[in-house]
């Protein structure tokens, strides 16, 4: 059961949708110009930036996770 709920958590993780990280006064300074690929590229840059700490956090939780499983079977 846990293994099911670990899977379904994963693949709720990788579905991709689109998402707004612009703040106010970049989305105004951006909005403002003919071409929307600036916005586009600070947009897809912000969200490539929000990532790691998401990462990192799994990588803590995973060797936590690891060493509480190894000091129980032993």
Avoid: H
Avoid at 3 to 32: G, N, P, W
Avoid at 33 to 58: C, H, R, T, V
Wanted: with cysteine; glycine share 6%; charged share 20%.
């Amino acid at each position: 059961m846990k293994r099911k709920i670990l899977i379904l958590l994963i693949l709720l993780l990788m579905l991709t949708f689109d998402a707004e990280a612009q703040c106010a006064m970049c989305r105004a300074v951006l909005e403002s110009e003919a071409s929307q690929s600036a916005a586009k590229g600070i947009n897809d840059g912000i969200m490539y930036l929000m990532i790691f700490p998401y990462l990192l956090m799994a990588g803590v939780g995973y060797m936590i996770w690891r060493s509480r499983k190894k000091s129980r079977t032993e």
